[in-house]
C-alpha cells in the first residue's frame, strides 16, 4: 500500500487522517505526527472540579455545515449544543462603559431604525454616516481592499472603531487596516455587488430569513453559535476514536521534508529514524510548515512565511454566583482598540452555553481575550501577573470586585494567521507551486478560512485529493 504521512494532529490532520482511514483502505496506509502529546491543535478542552473550560475556540458557526455533518458521521450529533439563544446580546466597552448593542444590528449593519436611533453606542453625527451607506455607490475597482478601508467607505469611521474592528476584526484577531476583505470577509464584496448598499442586503436577508432549523433528527435547535456539551474538544476525541492509534505518533517533532529521486518523501524526525512517505499531508499553522519545507523548496517556504502571525491567550475565570453581583445575562462584551485596555473582549461562557459549562447553577465562568496586534507582547506575562490584569480589566470596566475559585490560562505565540491584503494572491502561487510536486498537499487555517469548519473540510479534501493522485 502507499503510506501517507499527515504531519499536524490538528483538527484539519485529523479530518485527513479520519478521511483515508475511511476510504483508503487497502489502497493507502496513513501515519499522523503531531509534535505535542495530545491532539487538537488549538481545540484545547479542559474538565476541572466539574468546569468545562476552553482554552482555544468555544464554537463553530453553523453556517458551515462541515462540523455538523462529520459529527453526525461520528455518531455524537446529539451532542451538538446551541448558543443559549434567550441570553442572546453583546456588549461594547465605549467611553467608559458598557453599550449593548441595539436589536436589529447584523454584523455590523443595522436593519432596525428604532433601536438603532435609540443607541448610546454610536453618536448621532455616526448615526447619519451609517445610514449614508444607502446612498453611496458600490465601488468600482476588483482590486483588494482592506476591511478598515471598506468599512469607512461604507458606513464610517465610528462604525469601524466602535463595531467593526472589535466584532468583525476580532474573529481573527486582526488589523483592519491590514486585513483583506476578499480573503476575510468576501460576504461584504458580494452584498455590495449585488444590492449596492449593505443595509439594503441586510434587509432583504431579513425578509428572506429562514425558519428555525434543527439538527439530531429535529432534536436540537440550530443556532449561529454551536459546540458540544462537553467542549470542543468531545469532537477531537471522537474523531480520534475512529483512528488507530498505532498509526498516530504523538511527541514527535519533524525536523523537514525532502523529495528522493524517486519522487518519495523523506519525512525526518527528531527522535526516530526517517519515515518514507509516497504522500504528505501538512497540516501544521503556515509558520511551521515554512521551515518543514525550506529544503524540499525554497519558494513555497517563502511564500509560507509571508503569512503573518499574531500571539493572544485566553483567560478563564470561575466565580461562586453570589458572589458576581454584575448582569451577566449577554453572551459578553467586546472592547474597540481606541479604548487603550489590556484585554480584547470576555465571554460570559456559562450564559453562552447555559448548563453545560459548570458544576452547578450556583456557578459562573468568564474568559478574557488577551493580545492581538496591538498587545502581543501582553501573551508573554507569566500566570500571575496575567490574571491579576484580567482582573482589574474586569474591575474597571464591570465593577467584578470577586475572588475567583478557579483560573486558567492558555497562550497561543504566534498562533493566529492575519489574512492581510494580498493573502489570495499569495494563496494562489503557494497552490500553483505546490501542485508541481505530486502527493504533496498543505492544508489548515492558515490559507482559505480559520474557522473549524473550514479546517474539517481542508482536511477532508486533502485527503480526497491525495487518494485521487495514488490511485
Known amino acids: 500500500m502507499k503510506k501517507v504521512v499527515i504531519i499536524g494532529g490538528g483538527i484539519t490532520g485529523l479530518a485527513a487522517a479520519y478521511t483515508l482511514g475511511k476510504k483508503g483502505q487497502g489502497q493507502v496506509d496513513y501515519l499522523l505526527i503531531e509534535r505535542e502529546k495530545r491532539l487538537g491543535g488549538k481545540i484545547a478542552t479542559d474538565k476541572v472540579d466539574g468546569f ?21 458521521e461520528l455518531g455524537i450529533e446529539e451532542q451538538l449544543l446551541p448558543s443559549h439563544e434567550a441570553s442572546k446580546g453583546t456588549y461594547v466597552f465605549s467611553g467608559g462603559r458598557l453599550h449593548k448593542l441595539p436589536e436589529g444590528l447584523m454584523l455590523m449593519v443595522p436593519t432596525k431604525i428604532l433601536p438603532f ?19 453611496i455607490p458600490p465601488r468600482q475597482s476588483d482590486e483588494d481592499e482592506s476591511l478598515a478601508s471598506f468599512v469607512t467607505r461604507r458606513l464610517g469611521r465610528e462604525a469601524l472603531e466602535k463595531i467593526a474592528e472589535p466584532l468583525i476584526g476580532g474573529i481573527h484577531a486582526g488589523d483592519p487596516e491590514k486585513m483583506s476583505l476578499k480573503a476575510s470577509f468576501p460576504r461584504f464584496l458580494d452584498m455590495e455587488k449585488k444590492y449596492g448598499s449593505l443595509i439594503k442586503a441586510m434587509l432583504a436577508a431579513r425578509r428572506h430569513k429562514a425558519p428555525v432549523q434543527y439538527l439530531a433528527n429535529g432534536k436540537i435547535e440550530k443556532t449561529y453559535f454551536m459546540s458540544f456539551k462537553e ?6 476525541e471522537a474523531v480520534a476514536s475512529k483512528l488507530d492509534p498505532a498509526k498516530i505518533w504523538l511527541g514527535q517533532e519533524v525536523k523537514g521534508i525532502k523529495r528522493q529521486a524517486d519522487g518519495k518523501y523523506l519525512v525526518e524526525l527528531a527522535d ?21 519545507t525550506a529544503e524540499l523548496d525554497r519558494e513555497i517556504s517563502q511564500l509560507l512565511q509571508g503569512i503573518p502571525f499574531v500571539s493572544s491567550a485566553t ?10 453581583k454584575q448582569d451577566l445575562n449577554s453572551f459578553g462584551f467586546v472592547i474597540p482598540r481606541v479604548e487603550g485596555r489590556k484585554i480584547m473582549a470576555a465571554t460570559y461562557s456559562s450564559t453562552k452555553w447555559y448548563g453545560h459549562r459548570t458544576p452547578g447553577e450556583e456557578y459562573v465562568l468568564l474568559r478574557a481575550f488577551v493580545g492581538g496586534p496591538a498587545s502581543q507582547e501582553l501573551v508573554l506575562l507569566d500566570d500571575e501577573r496575567m490574571i491579576s490584569m484580567v482582573r482589574a480589566e474586569l ?17 497561543w505565540v504566534k498562533g493566529m494567521p492575519q489574512y492581510v491584503l494580498g493573502h489570495l494572491e499569495r494563496i494562489k502561487a503557494l497552490e500553483e507551486k505546490t501542485a508541481q510536486y505530486q502527493g504533496l498537499q498543505i492544508v489548515g487555517g492558515s ?18 485529493n491525495i487518494l485521487k493522485q495514488l490511485s
Do not use: H
Open 117 to 135: 436611533a435609540l443607541s448610546s453606542l454610536i453618536s448621532w453625527p455616526g448615526k447619519i454616516r451609517m445610514g449614508m451607506d444607502l446612498f
Open 52 to 72: 468545562v473550560i476552553e482554552g482555544g475556540p468555544d464554537c463553530f458557526l453553523s453556517e458551515k455545515p462541515q462540523v455538523a455533518q462529520l459529527s453526525a
Open 231 to 236: 467542549g470542543m474538544g468531545q469532537l477531537v
Open 395 to 411: 474591575r474597571e470596566i464591570m465593577g467584578l470586585t470577586a475572588e475567583p475559585v478557579l483560573t486558567r490560562v492558555y497562550r
Open 315 to 324: 483567560v478563564s475565570l470561575a466565580y461562586r454566583k453570589g458572589d458576581v
Open 272 to 292: 526516530k529514524e526517517p519515515v518514507i512517505a509516497d504522500a504528505i499531508i501538512l497540516a501544521t499553522p503556515a509558520n511551521a510548515a515554512a521551515e518543514l
Open 447 to 464: 490559507y482559505r478560512g480559520v474557522g473549524i469548519g473550514n479546517c474539517v473540510g481542508e482536511g477532508w479534501n486533502a485527503a480526497e
